[in-house]
């Protein structure tokens, strides 16, 4: 169950969305992204979105990855529905495409394979009865893999002219600041991800999820884009670990206080900890003297993501999404933080 912190955090986050995109007034559709495994939003969920004026869900369906036994790409990591979908939401398919199941699948294969794609779709919102208005995909391409990315989408636009539905994909910033060179997918809105736009590293007081520094090498560039552009902030966070400066991997859900216990971590401070001794800690081994650095999204600097971006996006019908819908993130936020947001917001 959600803390009470977290449900007011909604409701007061979404209002800054809203004062922060006043320029498209009522035209914003508020949503949160839904991107675990399982699909089990209760009636306490529920009501805590509709309190906060949500009104979609982007649901990640499943992933498409390179599968070596087979030899093709096939759906992996399909959501599963433990609780029947409610009427009291839009809701948005996500299908996440790995660019190695791009790389490995034959450019005259692609339209087989945006078929089984499209069938697997079909299949889940059959099953679930799920309604829905537009299929979003998301996918880091590359130069070698864009013109098949980009003949998977049109496929999807083509299919979807005689229904109305839309194709959305999710776009990142240096896509955003190198259109020419990236290309402009074919889709009919893009999903801009107004965070993960740092390089990952072990420097104290840096945030790769989100920083005003980075952001202002590209967020200029948002307005002359050509595509119609929802957008998405971050609401989530993790750790770095590293030995001897040198990124190892990335922690996911983690929070400060994840490595509260003295006896594994010594707090060395501006959210790094370094490690006590040799041990396993989620999964991964660490030596004496590894580092974690935690990046943590805290309401003042989601606010700043929101107001930046606000002031460069068109006068326009949008989505705003937040990424992602986490008991974990969002009782994180103690009642001073929300007064605080509540009162630049109004």
């Known amino acids: 169950?959600?803390?009470?912190?977290?449900?007011?955090?909604?409701?007061?986050?979404?209002?800054?969305?809203?004062?922060?995109?006043?320029?498209?007034?009522d035209k914003t559709t508020l949503a949160f992204y839904y991107w675990k495994s399982?699909?089990?939003i209760d009636k306490t969920d529920i009501s805590y979105l509709k309190d906060a004026?949500?009104?979609?869900l982007y649901l990640h369906f499943f992933d498409v990855s390179w599968d070596e036994t087979y030899n093709r790409a096939l759906p992996v990591a399909e959501m599963k529905f433990e609780a029947e979908p409610t009427?009291?939401?839009?809701?948005?398919?996500?299908?996440?495409?790995?660019?190695?199941?791009?790389?490995?699948?034959?450019?005259?294969?692609?339209?087989?394979?945006?078929?089984?794609?499209?069938?697997?779709?079909?299949?889940?919102?059959?099953?679930?009865?799920?309604a829905y208005k537009e299929l979003q995909f998301d996918c880091d391409w590359t130069d070698a893999t864009r013109s098949k990315y980009f003949a998977l989408l049109s496929?999807?636009?083509?299919?979807?002219?005689?229904?109305?539905?839309?194709?959305?994909?999710?776009?990142?910033?240096?896509?955003?600041?190198?259109?020419d060179k990236t290309g402009v997918p074919p889709v009919d809105r893009g999903m801009l991800m107004f965070y993960n736009m740092g390089s990952i590293n072990s420097v104290p007081g840096y945030n790769s999820?989100?920083?005003?520094?980075?952001?202002?090498?590209?967020?200029?560039?948002?307005?002359?884009?050509?595509?119609?552009?929802?957008?998405?902030l971050p609401v989530y966070s993790w750790a770095i670990w590293a030995r001897n400066g040198k990124v190892q991997d990335i922690i996911e859900k983690a929070l400060n206080k994840d490595f509260a216990d003295t006896a594994m971590f010594l707090s060395a401070g501006n959210n790094i900890f370094v490690s006590r001794g040799s041990f396993f800690?989620?999964?991964?081994?660490?030596?004496?003297?590894?580092?974690?650095k935690t990046e943590e999204v805290t309401p003042e600097i989601c606010e700043d993501a929101a107001t930046n971006v606000a002031k460069y996006l068109k006068n326009e019908p949008r989505t705003i999404s937040l990424f992602e819908y986490d008991s974990l993130y969002?009782?994180?936020?103690?009642?001073?933080?929300?007064e605080k947001i509540y009162t630049l917001s109004r």
């Open 38 to 40: 399982n699909f089990n």
């Open 155 to 179: 496929f999807f636009r083509n299919k979807f002219k005689s229904t109305g539905q839309l194709v959305s994909a999710t776009i990142r910033l240096h896509q955003i600041k190198y259109a």
């Open 87 to 130: 009427d009291k939401f839009q809701y948005v398919p996500v299908v996440y495409i790995t660019t190695r199941s791009l790389n490995n699948t034959d450019g005259d294969s692609i339209n087989k394979l945006a078929e089984h794609i499209y069938d697997e779709v079909e299949h889940i919102v059959t099953t679930n009865k799920i």
């Open 1 to 25: 169950m959600y803390h009470s912190q977290g449900k007011y955090f909604i409701i007061t986050i979404v209002l800054l969305f809203l004062v922060s995109c006043k320029h498209s007034g």
């Open 330 to 338: 969002l009782s994180t936020y103690n009642k001073k933080d929300l």
């Open 53 to 56: 004026g949500v009104q979609k």
């Open 209 to 232: 999820i989100y920083n005003d520094k980075d952001a202002d090498k590209y967020v200029t560039y948002v307005s002359a884009y050509t595509l119609p552009l929802d957008v998405a």
């Open 281 to 292: 800690f989620r999964g991964k081994y660490f030596m004496k003297s590894d580092t974690v």
